[in-house]
């Protein structure tokens, strides 16, 4: 008893100790909302206390008349969030309350920008729950008992938030966490009861949970007798939607997410029948900063039986491309006591995961619908998330398709604005593929020479640029019964389409590549092979060049060169394929090939033809030096007889 009833004092990790600083400069701006955090941390607890009461019935008897209060001491100038949930022994303490555990911090102070709206927005994010106290607060004490532990084992926490917190055993009464806030000089606007009720309805109003703060005391009633109930504490999911505001699904948002932006928008369905449940799902404005992060570690999605909160269920409940989706899943006929590994194999479960893919991507297309200009945004957000879906998700192919967006030749400024159908529209006649490139970053697809004869005859190319997009497309073979196809693989026969899609302007001067398409001859091609040994396949005369010299191309079944490199750079072995080189007939450096009668010149120059492919698909030179002699000898051979 001895050991444990001495204050002892620790210093802050130096993260924590950072992050504290930081977030109270950046929130500043939007400090109350230390108080949905505390809110948020006691609603949290009282569901871990009733979940665990499911389960043991010493803790049920525990569990009755789980509650928030809310005191102000104006005299001490302290507020008071006390919950009666499942509470924090002095291990939990130390390690939820003294440390920022979570992994990911150091890159999330990295990422700071110094910029207030978009550092408060990321720190959001992060969720620094309870240090939000230290915005408003100079002093905050943490009592806590963890329910089942006996009086003497309760923990008292204390911080002023500079470097160090104390923390000493302490009698408590009863179970649950109360912490107190010794309100800064310039904050006492808290210690206002209006103002703490305004604030509680404004965000606190609908969780599932009531908050009661003292009642005012009334004439000849004996001082602070009563309480009295502050919000709804009705789960707001469970209200009919005509009785729900906007502004109520905003702030019932925030309360889940922590997020301090508004939600994108949501949807609320109610299924009644055999089986009834609810979704409330809302698609958030920003991403996380995790979001393209492979682990999986899905939270969001809220399980409720009942309106008791069950668990986290994203992993269960959501795919992984629809990972970004945040709400609540309320049913009741599930049963209470189920376990992680029993969800996975429910076949309600299994229904209520359909109906929520469902629904989301119905959301998302009604938003694509409404507003170009917000799923614009969205897109920029999300796309990239959403495009996975195309391989995971088979079934919902035809769903997902219409949400996609890409960059095309028709608008060179690189927005990803073009949707299949409307591509599929603009096809000239005669057209029977969709056309697109992938490559490592939006210049390098837009300026490929693959795409040379498609701007010259007026054909749309799709651009894309994502990494998910060439893993997507070896899933996506056709939209609308209309086939993908690469540019920069397997052959190009654009045959009729040549004239059709092509603008007036241009058809003269195209006419010259196409005349002499074909004239390359076999035995000048075979000797540039061999000049080439093992880097090419094959080489041949391009139907795609009207430019450049000189292009490679792989086969309809290889995975694109950038992508090759990019798994060969994370270590991983690459099955072996060789491109073909194509040659342009009717450029100058190919008819000077031609007409080369030295071996080793013309051997040098079969390899800058090569080379200048390499590098205009953003490949890399084993022999730099080696490329730039040639570059050098070519030029000044071309000085000597100008
Ligand atoms: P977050 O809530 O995002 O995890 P916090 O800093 O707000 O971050 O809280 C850290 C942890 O401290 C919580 O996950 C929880 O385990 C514990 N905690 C905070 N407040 C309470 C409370 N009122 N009752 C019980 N545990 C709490």
């Known amino acids: 008893m001895s050991q444990t009833s001495t204050v002892e004092t620790h210093a802050f990790q130096a993260e924590t100790r950072q992050v504290l600083q930081l977030m109270i400069h950046s929130l500043y701006s939007n400090k109350e909302i230390f108080l949905r955090e505390l809110i948020s941390n006691a609603s949290d607890a009282l569901d871990r206390l009733r979940f665990a009461a499911i389960q043991d019935d010493a803790v049920n008897e525990d569990a009755g008349d789980l509650r928030i209060e809310i005191e102000i001491d104006e005299e001490a100038g302290t507020l008071t969030v006390r919950d009666n949930g499942i509470g924090m022994n002095r291990d939990h303490v130390m390690d939820n309350i003294g440390t920022i555990a979570k992994s990911g911090t150091k890159a999330f102070l990295d990422r700071l920008s110094g910029d207030q709206k978009t550092d408060a927005q990321l720190i959001g994010q992060f969720g620094v729950g309870f240090y939000s106290a230290f915005i408003v607060a100079d002093k905050v004490t943490l009592l806590s008992r963890r329910v089942g532990d006996s009086a003497e084992e309760g923990v008292r926490w204390e911080s002023d938030g500079g470097g160090e917190y104390s923390i000493e055993a302490t009698d408590r009464e009863s179970h649950g966490t109360e912490v107190i806030l010794h309100l800064k000089e310039a904050e006492k606007e808290f210690l206002s009861k209006w103002a703490i009720r305004s604030l509680i309805s404004r965000y606190s109003d609908h969780i599932g949970f009531p908050i009661r703060m003292p009642k005012e005391d009334e004439e000849g009633e004996e001082k602070g007798t009563g309480w009295e109930e502050v919000n709804q504490a009705s789960a707001l999911w469970s209200l009919p939607k005509s009785e729900i505001s906007d502004e109520e699904y905003q ?54 039986v009942n309106r008791v909160f069950i668990m986290d269920a994203a992993q269960a409940l959501l795919p992984h491309y629809l990972r970004f989706i945040r709400g609540v899943v ?95 529209e603009r096809m000239p006649q005669g057209q029977d593929a969709i056309y697109y490139i992938t490559a490592e970053n939006h210049q390098a697809a837009s300026h490929s ?194």
């Not at 997020?259 to 991403?287: F, I, M, R």
């Not at 995975?559 to 194509?582: D, F, I, K, N």
């Not at 100058?588 to 071996?599: D, G, I, Y």
Request: proline share 3%.
């Open 330 to 424: 309320d049913s009741n006929d599930l049963p209470l006591n189920i376990s992680r590994e029993l969800l996975q194999e429910n076949e309600l479960v299994g229904k209520i995961r359909s109906a929520v893919i469902r629904r989301s991507l119905d959301l998302i297309g009604k938003l694509a619908k409404d507003d170009a200009e917000q799923y614009a945004k969205f897109w920029q957000q999300f796309g990239a998330v959403i495009k996975e879906g195309v391989a995971e998700d088979f079934a919902n192919r035809e769903r997902i398709a219409p949400l996609l967006r890409f960059a095309s030749t028709r608008d060179e400024g690189g927005e990803a604005s073009v949707d299949l159908a409307s591509y599929k």
């Open 251 to 304: 702030s019932f948002y925030k309360y889940l997410t922590h997020d301090l932006d508004d939600a994108q928008c949501w949807a609320h369905n109610k299924v009644e029948g055999s089986q009834s449940y609810t979704t409330l799902l809302y698609v958030p404005k920003t991403a996380p900063m995790d979001l393209m992060l492979q682990r999986d570690e899905r939270t969001g999605l809220r399980l409720y």
């Open 449 to 642: 020479p693959h795409l040379e004869v498609f701007r010259k005859n007026g054909i749309e190319v799709l651009l894309m640029s994502d990494r998910v997009d060439e893993w997507m497309m070896a899933y996506f073979t056709e939209f609308d019964g209309t086939p993908f196809k690469s540019v920069a693989k397997g052959d190009i026969e654009l045959g009729a389409l040549k004239s059709a899609g092509k603008k007036d302007a241009e058809k003269e001067d195209g006419d010259k590549a196409e005349e002499s398409a074909e004239s390359l001859d076999a035995a000048l091609l075979e000797k540039v092979r061999e000049s080439l040994g093992e880097r090419v396949s094959e080489v041949r005369s391009s139907q795609r060049l009207t430019e450049s010299a000189s292009c490679l191309v792989l086969g309809e079944q290889e995975m694109a060169l950038h992508l090759q490199r990019l798994l060969e750079q994370a270590g991983q072995s690459v099955p072996g394929s060789r491109p073909v080189l194509e040659l342009n007939a009717g450029h100058p450096l190919v008819e000077m090939l031609q007409s080369e009668e030295e071996a080793g010149r013309f051997k040098d120059l079969s390899l800058v033809l090569y080379e200048q492919a390499l590098l205009s698909e953003g490949g890399s030179l084993t022999d730099p030096a080696a490329f730039v002699r040639r570059v050098n000898a070519l030029v000044l051979r071309q000085a000597e007889t100008t």
